[in-house]
Every structure is written in C-alpha cells, then in structure tokens.
C-alpha cells in the first residue's frame, strides 16, 4: 500500500471514529437519564473514543 493511501486510510478512520463519539455523546444527551448517569456514560464513550483514536495512531 502506497503511504498516501495508507495516510488517507488513517485519516479516515480518525474522522469516522471522532463522527461517531460526536453522535453518541448527542444521543446521550437526549436520553431520560439523570444527571449522574449521563456524566458517567459520557466519560465512558470519551475514553472508548480515546482508546480508539490512539489505535488507529498506533500507538497501542
């Protein structure tokens, strides 16, 4: 694979990760959840997309 497309293939899958974390975050937002529990899944899926980010970097 060229290191072009192996750089855009990367930055794509950053984008598609980081859209995705954006969409749950929104959804949780509009769920009937209290205050505590909201808090708690948001810092769930931020670490989950951090985790995901720092995979598709190569760093794990």
Not at 27 to 42: C, K, M, S, V
């Amino acid at each position: 694979m060229e290191a072009g497309k192996m750089d855009a293939s990367i930055l794509i899958g950053i984008l598609i990760t980081f859209l995705v974390v954006i969409l749950v975050l929104y959804l949780i937002q509009r769920l009937p959840l209290d205050g505590r529990t909201r808090q708690i899944a948001q810092i769930v899926v931020i670490i989950i997309g951090i985790v995901s980010l720092l995979r598709h970097l190569a760093v794990f």
